[in-house]
């Protein structure tokens, strides 16, 4: 099954590094026009390399932002065909009581996790409405199904979120021929923020998390980027409300 994407144009968040670099460079060699948005200006850079078509420094957080750089894109495209919604992640936090959660913790997980992927399918949509064909698809996580790993409890309830906003997305714009779907990736080694987590479990917890795992493995992000290429694809046309795990059977 070979998956073409000549002259799709693909817009691509959380894509200076890791999984959303991954996604980025595996779009443009099948052939889409690409947009690269992150905060990490140097990141970016990287994802002009491996083959984005443009690249925009963005704060998702920031609605009007998001709303001036979709529209750059549709007006200087003609449209938008494909979203990926992968910007997240916890910000650099750690596990703590509960009662120990500020507002500012918790606030910013729903703005990284949540809010941006809002904006961004709010702007798309009307595009892919227009023209009868779109995909969204959200890069959540196995914390989006079930406790979370990291124990963070914003991060955990913001990617909840994202699952409830897939499903509620595929309900509404189906009828417009959009698809809206998510990635849920297992344990996945791509950023420094996965690698301090990794660290963190010690050579016992390693090899449990390992043996956790039926095909005993961590994932890679390009095991997350052909599933999205796969959803993104003609082939995928009557799949839409589901969240994929990507774990290696962990689930």
């Not at 500020?102 to 703005?111: G, P, Q």
């Not at 955990?156 to 698809?179: D, I, M, R, Y």
Request: proline share 3%.
């Amino acid at each position: 099954m070979k998956l073409d994407f000549t002259n799709r144009r693909v817009v691509v968040t959380g894509a200076a590094q890791g999984i959303g670099r991954s996604i980025v460079q595996s779009f443009a060699a099948e052939g889409a026009t690409v947009w690269a948005l992150d905060l990490d200006e140097a990141g970016l850079q990287v994802a002009a390399e491996t083959g984005a078509a443009a690249t925009r420094t963005l704060d998702l957080s920031d609605r009007a932002a998001v709303a001036t750089v979709m529209q750059e894109m549709g007006e200087r495209l003609g449209g938008i065909d494909i979203l990926v919604n992968c910007a997240g992640g916890v910000r650099g936090q750690i596990a703590k009581p509960l009662e120990e959660v500020s507002e500012k913790d918790w606030l910013v997980l729903f703005e990284a996790n949540v809010h941006g992927a809002f904006w961004c399918s709010q702007n798309a949509a009307p595009y892919m409405k227009r023209n009868k064909f779109g995909r969204i698809i959200n890069i959540s996580s196995g914390a989006g199904l079930r406790p979370s790993l990291t124990g963070i409890q914003g991060y955990t309830a913001a990617k909840h979120a994202l699952v409830g906003l897939t499903k509620q997305l595929s309900f509404e714009l189906g009828p417009f021929g959009v698809t809206v779907n998510s990635v849920a990736p297992g344990f996945v080694l791509s950023n420094p923020a996965t690698q301090r987590q990794w660290e963190s479990y010690g050579p016992d917890g390693q090899a449990r998390l390992v043996e956790s795992i039926h095909t005993r493995r961590l994932g890679r992000p390009q095991d997350i980027a052909d599933t999205v290429l796969f959803l993104a694809s003609d082939t995928a046309e009557w799949i839409s409300g589901q969240i994929i795990s990507v774990d290696g059977g962990r689930s």
